[in-house]
């Protein structure tokens, strides 16, 4: 049982190496067959005749939402409002170093927005499943305020994953501010914390 779990975590390496240097038009079952070392049967065994498959296993690996979904839950369902504030912020900043450091998640995120993938559609609603618990109790602190977390949530996620998208193709500058670098990326971090902070403090004087 374990040579089969080490088996199929090896295929499910594979198509993160090809994903990584080839892009989703590399991942053909030939491909991460011999990439894993192993015989297309076996990929066929452990995950179906459908790629697809394979290929979900292996974002829900990568994804950041899908990996945290079972801490961010428990916690989201404390119900308390300065572990709402800290969870969110915390999301949020960690969202943050995750994408900005790992390559696999970009490109997965490009093939999200750049073609017509019922799969990647699919985790996109995944995701948005499990984001209604968190949403739905930081929202209880900003009911009868004309503060909408809904629509900060969006541009704050919108803007990480386009200030990271960006730097792959046209630099490290945005703003002025090196994204990059380590003074750039600890700005960012700050700021996450210091943009939801005055939007609870905001909620809270109406």
Request: proline fraction near 1%; include cysteine; hydrophobic fraction near 40%.
């Amino acid at each position: 049982m374990k040579n089969k779990e080490l088996t199929k975590q090896r295929i499910i390496n594979a198509v993160g190496e090809i994903f990584k240097t080839e892009g989703q038009k590399g991942l053909k079952i030939a491909r991460i067959a011999a990439k894993a070392g192993v015989d297309r049967a076996l990929i066929y065994q452990y995950f179906g005749k459908d790629i697809k498959a394979l290929i979900e296993k292996y974002i829900v690996q990568k994804d950041y939402w899908l990996r945290f979904f079972e801490k961010i839950s428990t916690e989201a369902g404390k119900n308390n409002h300065e572990t709402s504030k800290d969870l969110v912020i915390d999301i949020l900043q960690n969202q943050w170093r995750y994408f900005s450091e790992d390559i696999e998640m970009q490109h997965l995120i490009l093939w999200e927005l750049s073609g017509n993938s019922e799969l990647m559609k699919s985790i996109h609603n995944t995701r948005e499943l499990l984001s209604e618990p968190i949403l739905e109790m930081a929202e209880t602190n900003f009911v009868n305020t004309d503060v909408n977390f809904k629509a900060i949530a969006v541009l704050l996620l919108g803007g990480i994953y386009y200030a990271n998208l960006h730097t792959m193709y046209n630099g490290n500058i945005m703003c002025g501010l090196d994204i990059k670098s380590p003074s750039g990326q600890n700005e960012i971090i700050r700021t996450i914390s210091q943009l939801m902070g005055w939007a609870y403090e905001n909620a809270e004087k109406k």
